[in-house]
């Protein structure tokens, strides 16, 4: 399993980013994917989620109505539009894949990217 | 929505030696929906315990789990090099996922 993502960077505060994460080694439609972020020194925060077939989505209230998450099965891509980017989404953004069958959680993680929001 | 907090913050402990630590949860929550991971500086986090007490694929048996209700802790038996991290625990049942504040192992 090898999940990499790509997109971070340095933008102003109101400002869009999107966010990549290429996803091989496994059958990247049959599962549920997510994004999880970790502002600098501080612990981990879950951000988003979509389901396998991009039925079911979800956001946490801090993202919501200002990130998209969605995916692209046939190019085992999972994606995060992030606008009206806020100095408080500084941080390193990891995509991570959720085991359903056994685990039922996080049991794949990206090395994540850095997105630094800042005038 | 449910609201996890770890203590202690910071545990000093000796290669060797037995850490144990705390994950309480604000309400009940089901015990097959709590998850510990462990960073490393500089790296992504890792799934060790998931369900409570059931190990993830690789996990040595001197990480074991336990818990109930609104109480779970994490017990790591014998402290090796590189068991000095930061652990968070999590519980995945419904949106949210919250994560708790975490643990920092580190050494004494």
């Known amino acids: 399993v090898q999940l990499v993502e790509s997109g971070g960077g340095l933008v102003k505060p109101g400002g869009s980013l999107r966010l990549s994460c290429a996803a091989s080694g496994f059958t990247f439609r049959s599962y549920s994917m997510n994004w999880v972020r970790q502002a600098p020194g501080k612990g981990l925060e879950w951000v988003s989620s979509i389901s396998s077939g991009s039925s079911s989505i979800s956001y946490a209230d801090s993202v919501k109505g200002r990130f998209t998450i969605s995916r692209d099965n046939a190019k085992n891509s999972l994606y995060l539009q992030m606008n009206s980017l806020r100095v408080e989404d500084t941080a390193v953004y990891y995509c991570a894949r959720l085991e359903a069958a056994v685990s039922g959680t996080l049991d794949s993680w990206g090395q994540g990217t850095l997105v630094t929001v800042s005038s | 929505e449910i609201v996890l907090t770890q203590s202690p913050g910071t545990l000093s402990l000796s290669p060797g030696e037995r850490a144990t630590l705390s994950c309480r949860a604000s309400?009940?929550?089901?015990?097959?929906?709590l998850a510990w991971y462990q960073q490393r500086p500089g790296q992504a986090p890792r799934l060790l315990i998931y369900g409570t007490s059931s190990r993830a694929t690789g996990i040595p048996d001197r990480f074991s789990g336990t818990g109930s209700g609104t109480d779970f802790t994490l017990t790591i038996s014998r402290l090796e090099p590189d068991d000095f991290a930061v652990y968070y625990c999590?519980?995945?049942?419904?949106?949210?996922?919250?994560f708790g504040p975490g643990t920092k192992v580190d050494f004494k």
């Open positions: 309400q009940s929550v089901s015990s097959s929906y």
């Open positions: 999590q519980h995945y049942g419904n949106s949210p996922f919250p």
